[in-house]
């Protein structure tokens, strides 16, 4: 269980991420219009927010088939044994890999990790596999599968729970 505590979140704190997430390009002075604050409170709980942990960092989302990476993989991942060095070996090498856009440790299935892969092509996912994945120590079984379309591809977290 985490040692850290839950940041209480008010209406307007809510109200400013949910325009983060959908709009994270918005400047201090568009975004206290978009939640009814001035600037310098606006920007306060900005700060504040990024000091609690919550706002983690802002990214750019760029149209990976635009860019030529129209594959992306969903790979299970079995492990030979369960221990926390065979674990941590394995999660940061994955980390150095950029074709991997996250990486899960899962349970519920025949598989220790879920990986998601974005590469330009097949001859690429098989050069990945082949040089990268399977070459990490522990890494005893495989079973990937292709995403034919993304039906829903979003970051932003349900804030109406809070």
Do not use: W
């Not at 369960?82 to 940061?92: D, K, L, V, Y």
């Not at 299935?109 to 994945?133: G, W």
Request: glycine share 6%; proline share 4%.
């Amino acid at each position: 269980m985490s040692d850290k505590k839950l940041v209480k979140i008010d209406r307007t704190d809510r109200r400013i991420l949910e325009e983060l997430q959908h709009h994270g390009e918005l400047t201090n002075q568009q975004l206290s219009e978009r939640v009814g604050l001035s600037p310098s409170p606006c920007s306060r709980r900005v700060r504040a927010l990024e000091d609690a942990g919550i706002i983690l960092r802002r990214v750019t989302v760029l149209d990976h088939k635009q860019l030529g990476l129209s594959l992306t993989a969903i790979i299970l991942i079995g492990m030979d044994r369960h221990t926390p060095e065979r674990f941590g070996a394995f999660e940061s090498r994955v980390a150095t890999y950029p074709e991997v856009q996250e990486c899960y440790l899962i349970t519920g299935q025949d598989a220790d990790y879920m990986l998601k892969v974005v590469v330009p092509d097949m001859d690429h996912y098989h050069a990945f596999l082949l040089n990268k994945i399977t070459r990490i120590q522990g890494v005893s079984g495989v079973h990937s599968s292709f995403v034919l379309r993304r039906v829903i591809d979003s970051t932003a977290l349900p804030l109406g729970y809070l």
